[in-house]
């Protein structure tokens, strides 16, 4: 049986800003769901209300996981609910090795208590997987990593920890080709019908290698449009001018009444944004 993820009518701001307006999205395990769109139009602050960062103020509306809301709960409880963010910029921890804080999250976020051996196993494979240096275990988390090893880090993190969903915020930015093949074969292995994810992108190269189920363009705090692999490759080569011409759209940031349009044949009751 899915999971359910859904976002309904959500509006949000900061002081004397309002950055989400009326943003639905439903997501279910075994689905990806690519999020495009310019730059300030609200995609990290999503993620960032989804996983319950205090920032923001939502004014309106509901994040709902498998019927319950979410919102009452701290960053900690909807971690232990099965949501996981992987940041944009990760933190540098000194003083805490890798290994430890990944073994005590998975005691923080299970309750129960992971087995030496069965945690090393596990850590060793994660490792192997990602292609990260041996020595990562008794390294102090993230300190003196490069970019690429800061974001490849968090997708051991979410493979450790096995969420139900995870929120991947631009986690293409600074890779090289081989690390972003890397990161993007790691994440499409997870889909199942016990892992979903928002993926939170700029870039069509990522989605070679993670497969969306949907694509959505996010303008003016909500989304507009959803499609599938045609918007990537039309965003790709015009931009994004053609939706704000199509949908009427001529000030970004007051535009409050854009309806949103389905594209394609991959619409249905799952990922329709109602």
Same mark, same amino acid.
């Given at each position: 049986?899915?999971?359910?993820?859904e976002?309904k009518? *959500?509006?949000?701001?900061v002081? %004397?800003?309002d950055?989400?307006?009326?943003?639905?999205?439903t997501?279910?395990?075994?689905?990806?769901?690519?999020?495009?769109?310019?730059?300030? =139009?609200?995609?990290s =602050?999503?993620?960032?209300i989804?996983?319950g960062? /205090? /920032?923001?103020?939502v004014?309106?509306?509901d994040? *709902?996981?498998?019927?319950?809301?979410? @919102?009452?709960?701290?960053?900690?409880?909807?971690?232990?609910?099965g949501i996981?963010?992987?940041?944009?910029?990760?933190? %540098?921890?000194?003083?805490?090795t890798?290994?430890?804080?990944v073994?005590?999250?998975?005691?923080?976020?299970?309750?129960?208590?992971?087995?030496?051996?069965?945690?090393? &196993?596990?850590?060793?494979?994660a490792?192997a997987d @990602?292609?990260?240096? %041996?020595?990562?275990?008794?390294?102090?988390?993230?300190?003196?990593?490069?970019?690429?090893?800061?974001?490849?880090?968090e997708i051991l993190?979410?493979?450790m920890l096995?969420?139900?969903?995870?929120? *991947?915020?631009e986690?293409?930015?600074?890779?090289?080709v081989?690390?972003? &093949?890397?990161?993007?074969?790691?994440?499409q292995?997870?889909?199942?019908?016990?892992?979903?994810?928002?993926?939170?992108?700029?870039?069509?190269?990522?989605?070679?290698?993670?497969?969306?189920?949907?694509?959505?363009?996010m303008?003016?705090?909500?989304?507009v449009?959803?499609g599938?692999?045609?918007l990537i490759?039309k965003?790709?080569?015009?931009g994004?001018?053609?939706?704000? %011409?199509?949908?009427?759209?001529?000030?970004?940031?007051?535009? =409050?009444k854009? /309806?949103?349009?389905?594209?394609?044949?991959?619409?249905?009751?799952?990922g329709?944004?109602?």
């Amino acid at each position: 049986m899915s999971n359910i993820l859904e976002i309904k009518e *959500l509006y949000a701001s900061v002081p %004397e800003k309002d950055i989400l307006k009326g943003l639905n999205l439903t997501v279910k395990t075994g689905e990806v769901h690519a999020i495009m769109g310019p730059n300030g =139009t609200g995609k990290s =602050t999503l993620a960032s209300i989804i996983m319950g960062k /205090n /920032n923001y103020k939502v004014t309106s509306g509901d994040i *709902l996981l498998d019927g319950e809301s979410i @919102l009452p709960l701290a960053v900690d409880e909807r971690a232990r609910k099965g949501i996981f963010l992987a940041y944009q910029y990760p933190a %540098e921890v000194s003083g805490v090795t890798n290994s430890d804080f990944v073994r005590s999250a998975m005691k923080a976020t299970t309750g129960k208590d992971v087995s030496l051996f069965q945690f090393i &196993r596990q850590y060793d494979k994660a490792c192997a997987d @990602l292609k990260m240096p %041996e020595d990562l275990p008794h390294r102090y988390l993230n300190e003196g990593f490069s970019g690429g090893e800061k974001k490849r880090n968090e997708i051991l993190q979410m493979k450790m920890l096995k969420p139900k969903f995870a929120i *991947l915020d631009e986690i293409d930015s600074g890779l090289d080709v081989d690390a972003l &093949r890397i990161v993007g074969e790691n994440v499409q292995n997870m889909v199942s019908e016990n892992f979903g994810c928002i993926l939170i992108t700029h870039y069509e190269r990522l989605l070679d290698y993670v497969k969306p189920d949907f694509v959505h363009i996010m303008i003016g705090g909500k989304i507009v449009m959803t499609g599938g692999h045609e918007l990537i490759e039309k965003i790709d080569q015009q931009g994004y001018d053609w939706v704000k %011409e199509e949908l009427g759209i001529s000030d970004i940031e007051e535009e =409050t009444k854009v /309806n949103h349009v389905l594209l394609g044949s991959c619409a249905h009751a799952g990922g329709k944004n109602e």
